[in-house]
């Protein structure tokens, strides 16, 4: 799945030099968003009878798989969504459906923007940390008025049948990719699931967006020290 010597996405500034700008990491899904957006193109992907036919063979293989490991089951139907699609066709697609949902109500939550545009406005070097694949993260971030915001994504590349899982970009992955892109710290860190405790760990200031009492814990436990707690709509 996951290819180490990926190169940098052209969107990554390889600068992170001690004395300069505060960074400030914001994740995408459940932060700056209300939902999964890759889920949400996925599920679209899946809205005719075709593609869910296609999935009918590997069933099977879902409900041994699915038990052990939910990564490998979401990564097999993934790769079925995107069978057929070639680098070109998939960008073409994720972009179309980026405008698209930056229209829809209520998909985007109005206090991380406006965060993330205080933290701009301060002269902080602002990157989007995301699990959500790139090309359509950065669809969404540029239909939002915010393409100068550094993004750090999860990659998908070419294969025989289609688009395929290359790295996603979740948990520890994050910080791998972080240094990779040349990022060794970060000030502030938003986040919203114990996914995200690596990155919040690192942060000299953790915040924890529209947390449950249950997951505020977890999160505290595992940093051992307080978060910062803010609720966003």
Request: glycine share 10%.
């Amino acid at each position: 799945m996951e290819d180490p010597g990926v190169a940098l996405p052209d969107d990554v500034v390889s600068t992170a030099t001690a004395g300069g700008p505060r960074v400030v990491l914001f994740d995408f899904d459940g932060v700056i968003t209300v939902a999964d957006s890759f889920g949400l193109f996925m599920r679209e992907r899946y809205a005719g009878v075709g593609r869910k036919l296609l999935l009918l063979p590997a069933l099977p293989w879902l409900l041994l798989v699915r038990p052990f490991s939910w990564r490998a089951a979401v990564r097999t139907v993934v790769h079925v969504g995107l069978l057929g699609l070639d680098e070109h066709g998939y960008r073409a697609r994720a972009q179309d459906f980026a405008g698209r949902l930056v229209r829809r109500p209520k998909q985007f939550q109005r206090d991380a923007l406006q965060a993330l545009r205080c933290h701009q406005a301060e002269g902080a070097r602002v990157i989007v940390v995301t699990g959500c694949e790139r090309i359509l993260a950065r669809g969404l971030l540029d239909e939002l008025g915010l393409p100068e915001v550094e993004l750090v994504a999860s990659e998908l590349a070419p294969g025989r049948l289609g688009m395929r899982v290359r790295r996603h970009n979740i948990g520890q992955r994050k910080l791998q990719s972080l240094a990779e892109a040349g990022v060794a710290r970060w000030d502030r860190a938003y986040g919203d699931s114990a996914l995200d405790i690596p990155m919040l760990k690192e942060a000299a200031e953790p915040v924890l967006v529209n947390g449950s009492p249950k997951l505020c814990k977890q999160v505290e436990r595992a940093l051992g020290r307080s978060v910062e707690r803010v609720a966003w709509y």
